[in-house]
């Protein structure tokens, strides 16, 4: 178990739909659900000092309070937009007023974005997106403290 007081805590919010992305990867030949996307998160952070605070919703309002709440204890947010890209005003919001670093993960190019990160990951591979949006966090952070 990691000392909560040297952990760095990095949230991670999938958006919508990622629940059922399963579904989306068997149709293009591979079965990536969201637990072995968050699996592989995990262990990549196992023994290191960060930690993750993981949370999929389809509701942009239940994204915010998450960010919300765990502002005061997290030093960044990985965010999985899906549909909220183009249209994730609130969370946009939220996101630029607590005012932690964010790295955005597309699964595919989105045609515009709301979201102003300091790094985006556009893979098709949800591991491989995941993992390295993860990395560009971790590098983030690194060179912060």
Same mark, same amino acid.
């Given at each position: 178990? =990691?000392?909560?007081?040297? #952990?760095?805590?990095?949230?991670?919010?999938?958006?919508?739909?990622?629940?059922?992305?399963?579904?989306? #990867?068997?149709?293009?030949?591979?079965?990536?659900?969201?637990? %072995?996307?968050?699996?592989?998160?995990?262990? &990549?952070?196992?023994? #290191?000092?960060?930690?993750? =605070?993981?949370?999929?919703?389809?509701? @942009?309002?239940?994204?915010?309070?998450?960010?919300?709440?765990?502002?005061? %204890?997290?030093?960044?947010?990985?965010? !999985? /937009? &899906?549909?909220?890209?183009?249209?994730?005003?609130? +969370?946009?919001?939220?996101?630029?007023?607590?005012?932690? /670093?964010?790295?955005?993960?597309? *699964?595919?190019?989105?045609? %515009?974005?709301?979201?102003?990160? +300091?790094? &985006?990951?556009?893979?098709?591979?949800?591991? @491989? !997106?995941? +993992?390295?949006? *993860? =990395? %560009?966090? !971790?590098?983030? *952070? @690194?060179?912060?403290?």
């Amino acid at each position: 178990m =990691k000392n909560e007081q040297n #952990s760095i805590r990095i949230l991670v919010l999938h958006g919508p739909n990622l629940n059922l992305l399963g579904l989306r #990867s068997a149709g293009q030949g591979h079965r990536v659900t969201l637990d %072995k996307v968050n699996r592989a998160l995990r262990r &990549e952070v196992r023994n #290191s000092v960060f930690e993750l =605070k993981i949370l999929q919703t389809n509701s @942009e309002s239940a994204g915010s309070i998450f960010l919300q709440r765990n502002r005061n %204890k997290a030093a960044g947010i990985l965010l !999985a /937009p &899906e549909s909220w890209h183009h249209s994730g005003y609130v +969370l946009a919001d939220t996101i630029e007023l607590i005012g932690l /670093p964010l790295v955005t993960v597309y *699964l595919q190019p989105p045609h %515009k974005t709301v979201f102003n990160s +300091l790094g &985006e990951v556009i893979n098709a591979n949800p591991i @491989e !997106a995941y +993992l390295s949006a *993860l =990395k %560009k966090m !971790a590098s983030l *952070l @690194e060179c912060e403290s």
